[in-house]
């Protein structure tokens, strides 16, 4: 179920862990958000993987790791296909806040800075296959009809989890909040922002809108995001620019305008310092790759 730049999922009640394949093809999917952290596996196809800073290139054999607020979005190579298997789940399928603390080190590396975490992990890493080996047998599991299908697949993502937690290492990931779930006033303006991005938008509307505090929301966006509040609307931006470029034939001055940018020159400032590079240069290096 899509909402905006929201993405849901209707997880079967009382077991909110889900298992599927994915086929994308082309430009057709939007930069997007969700609640539930998602891990997924390219099983066939090359594209690219975009995050708000990050693009990278895909192949068989690479995971890509996302956690509940971090805007993405897969893109195939033309028109051909790219296939996924996506594995997602809601942190309190693992933890709550209330529990004791090694089931919350089993997520805390989604607890991460989105403008430094390296979300791929190559295929020709041998963790990836070690990986792939546990989605691909859980993703078996989950199309049985056998009385401990549920059980099984428990161990199978806590198994998935353990080697992740050991291939970031604690120190990348360490935060002060042990709580891994979005509050409903930051899911609101994440909402909010990623819907409306392409329009002005500023501190003061979004404190008004949450009933805060201009310098209280500042303050609280980034303790659970990870980031400043303009540094999240930046990159939002930044990240559409570079999708709609490596995917459409749009020329860069309409693109400016349909992320948000009313200053073409601080477009190209800012996707300067970015992207090492400036919009022309980007989108011939990764349509070149592509």
Not at 73 to 93: C, K, Q, W
Not at 126 to 145: C, Q, V
């Amino acid at each position: 179920m899509t909402t905006g730049f929201n993405w849901e999922y209707d997880f079967e009640p009382g077991f909110p862990l889900h298992i599927f394949s994915f086929v994308v093809k082309g430009n057709r999917d939007r930069m997007h958000w969700h609640l539930y952290f998602e891990i997924g596996l390219c099983t066939k196809g090359s594209g690219q993987f975009i995050y708000m800073n990050k693009v990278y290139p895909v192949k068989p054999g690479d995971l890509f790791i996302s956690n509940n607020f971090e805007n993405h979005v897969a893109i195939s190579d033309g028109e051909n296909s790219t296939e996924y298997l996506f594995l997602i789940f809601l942190p309190t399928f693992i933890s709550n806040p209330q529990d004791c603390g090694f089931n919350l080190d089993y997520i805390s590396l989604f607890k991460y800075n989105p403008l430094t975490f390296q979300n791929k992990i190559d295929a020709n890493l041998p963790i990836a296959s070690e990986l792939s080996g546990l989605i691909h047998e859980m993703y078996r599991i989950s199309k049985e009809n056998e009385t401990y299908r549920k059980l099984a697949m428990d161990i199978k993502l806590r198994e998935i989890l353990l080697k992740l937690t050991i291939h970031y290492n604690d120190s990348t990931t360490a935060n002060d909040s042990k709580d891994e779930s979005i509050p409903p006033k930051i899911q609101q303006a994440i909402h909010y922002i990623n819907t409306h991005f392409s329009e002005k938008i500023t501190v003061n509307k979004m404190a008004k809108l949450l009933s805060m505090n201009p310098s209280y929301f500042r303050h609280y966006f980034k303790k659970h995001t990870q980031i400043t509040f303009k540094t999240y609307l930046t990159h939002l931006r930044i990240s559409q620019a570079r999708k709609l470029m490596l995917a459409t034939e749009t020329p860069i001055v309409n693109i400016i305008k349909e992320v948000g940018f009313s200053n073409m020159n601080q477009f190209y400032i800012v996707f300067r310092k970015l992207s090492n590079m400036s919009p022309k240069e980007f989108r011939a290096k990764f349509q070149q790759v592509a």
